[in-house]
Nanobody, 133 residues
Framework: QVRLEESGGGAVQTGESLTLACAAP????????VAWFRQAPGKAREGLAA????????YYADAVQGRFTISRDVAANTVYLHMTDLNPGDTAMYYC??????????????????????????WGQGTQVTVSS
């Protein structure tokens, strides 16, 4: 069973940085992809970044490309989301998720589906990030 636990959220001011952690013991036994999502009040959950175990390939949503970085510490079974230049629009609950995928089954649309929350079965409880102006 994949268990995920997010940490590192908090209250920051515009322009500051924050690093979230997703502790996932043994995740790479049962999953090959870990991703970060967020959900603001009244809005749909959106994909931010994903990392694949096979080749370490990373995927980013256009909205956060260049500001957010996904990385992992294999020994610590932890996946991180480093966020820079935060603004009030980044205020949301942040979640990590994991699952096993065969990208070849998605054809040329894999880069879309890897950031789609509907594709993931395993989720953490989330950590709140609040950015004030």
């Amino acid at each position: 069973q994949v268990r995920l636990e997010e940490s590192g959220g908090g209250a920051v001011q515009t322009g500051e940085s924050l690093t979230l952690a997703c502790a996932a013991p043994g995740v790479w036994r049962d999953a090959n992809t870990v991703a970060w999502f967020r959900q603001a009040p009244g809005k749909a959950r959106e994909g931010l970044a994903a990392l694949m175990d096979r080749d370490g390939h990373k995927y980013y949503a256009d909205a956060v490309q260049g500001r957010f970085t996904i990385s992992r510490d294999v020994a610590a079974n932890t996946v991180y989301l480093h966020m820079t230049d935060l603004n009030p629009g980044d205020t949301a609950m942040y979640y990590c998720a994991a699952d096993y995928f065969d990208p070849s089954q998605y054809g040329g649309s894999w880069s879309f589906y890897v950031l789609s929350p509907d594709e993931y079965k395993h989720w953490g409880q989330g950590t709140q990030v609040t950015v004030s102006s």
